[in-house]
């Protein structure tokens, strides 16, 4: 059996197409390449479920640690059969990058060298596990510290006192009648006599459980935990009221927003974490050296912020978590570079032309 990367060096001489030969061949490659990730994408589809509940457990998770009600809202009867195909759609397309990356090897190994065959199939299996590993850090460290800064951000903003008589009450009181009811209109009279002040109003404990009662009584009352919800068994039926807490904005997370954003971070994870091979890369091609990309880390940092910045919704914790790992795999990608060097010099040492 032969593999793409064991051919013979490439000689114009022993191998020529034509312009329309080519096409052919780009064209064969390129349906081949998308017909695996869809066939997998419809494999995917028994799973979609599955995916999407993963995708949102980090979101509920938080919600719930908050008071939040751990939902998320579809705005249209569609939207979550939408969700579920895109994420099905996208799993497939992960999952088959494999397949699409050796087409695409098919088409353009014929035009290259042996040394070049070497060097691209010695990154093609580095850049997947990179990408891997990009995106379980999103999934794992950056996304639940991102959503519980921002989430708790919204909640930080106080509600104002809307029940305290002030100005606003007087200037919105002369456009919009009162709804408390006119004492001077018989109509709105009655005889029945006011209740008599209370000086001590009646205090009621709502115990909190973190189980429901298996048998509730008829009108008791209970707080289920960690949910914060009021639940009250009335007329043979389990009544819920979830408590919220008090904030002038009240999250509520649209489901194609958040699925969307999830699969922007991992795609901007998945990228950024490529840096040390686009370095090795650069040393392997001789296009810098170790000492020239060293002397340049202070605006590497700078640029690694910026870039979280663009990449990230731009709050400091998900910034720092994109900019942390970048400046480190920064580091590695040197390290790389300095290995490639040594080698390099060791092998010109013994051979002239071995160093090449």
């Known amino acids: 059996m032969k593999f793409p990367w064991r051919q013979k ?9 034509s312009l329309g030969e080519h096409l052919e061949e780009l064209r064969k490659r390129i349906i081949l390449g998308f017909i695996g990730p869809l066939i997998l994408a419809i494999g995917v589809l028994t799973i979609g479920k599955t995916l999407v509940m993963w995708m949102c457990l980090p979101l509920n ?4 640690a908050y008071g939040l009600d751990p939902t998320l809202i579809p705005l249209t009867p569609f939207e979550a059969f939408i969700t579920y195909l895109k994420v099905s759609l996208i799993g497939g397309l992960v999952l088959g990058l494999p397949w699409l990356l050796y087409q695409m090897w ?8 042996e040394k070049e065959q070497r060097l691209v199939v ?31 951000f919204s909640l930080d903003f106080p ?40 000086t001590q109003p009646a205090v009621v404990v709502v115990p ?31 009544n819920t009221v979830k408590l919220t807490p008090k904030s ?28 040390p091979l686009v370095m090795l890369l650069i040393a392997m091609v001789r296009m810098s050296n170790y000492q020239k990309m060293r002397s340049v880390w202070k605006y590497v940092l700078l640029g690694c912020f910026v870039l979280g910045a663009f990449l990230t919704p731009a709050d400091p914790i998900s910034q720092c978590l994109l ?21 390099r010099a060791n092998r010109a040492a013994e051979s002239p032309e071995a160093g090449e």
């Open 248 to 275: 002038l904005f009240r999250q509520e997370m649209r489901l194609n927003d958040y699925i969307s954003f999830v699969l922007r971070m991992a795609l901007a994870f998945s990228v950024c974490f490529q840096l």
């Open 106 to 113: 098919m088409f353009i190994s014929k035009g290259l060298y």
């Open 122 to 152: 010695m990154l093609l299996p580095g850049s997947a596990a990179l990408a891997i590993f990009g995106v379980l850090f999103m999934y794992f460290v950056m996304l639940p510290a991102c959503l519980a800064f921002l989430i708790g």
């Open 323 to 343: 900019a942390g790992p970048m400046f480190g795999l920064y580091w590695v990608g040197l390290g790389l570079m300095r290995m490639i060097e040594v080698r």
């Open 61 to 64: 998770v938080t919600q719930l």
């Open 159 to 198: 509600q104002p006192a809307i029940e305290k008589p002030g100005y606003f009450h007087w200037a919105v009181g002369q456009f919009v009648d009162s709804p408390q009811a006119d004492d001077t209109n018989p109509e709105n009279s009655t005889n029945e006599p006011d209740p008599p002040p209370q």
């Open 9 to 17: 060096a490439f000689d114009p001489d022993d191998y020529r197409m």
């Open 208 to 238: 909190r459980l973190t189980e429901d009662p298996v048998e509730p009584l008829e009108g008791q009352i209970w707080v289920k935990m960690p949910e914060r919800k009021m639940r009250m068994w009335l007329n043979g039926e389990l």
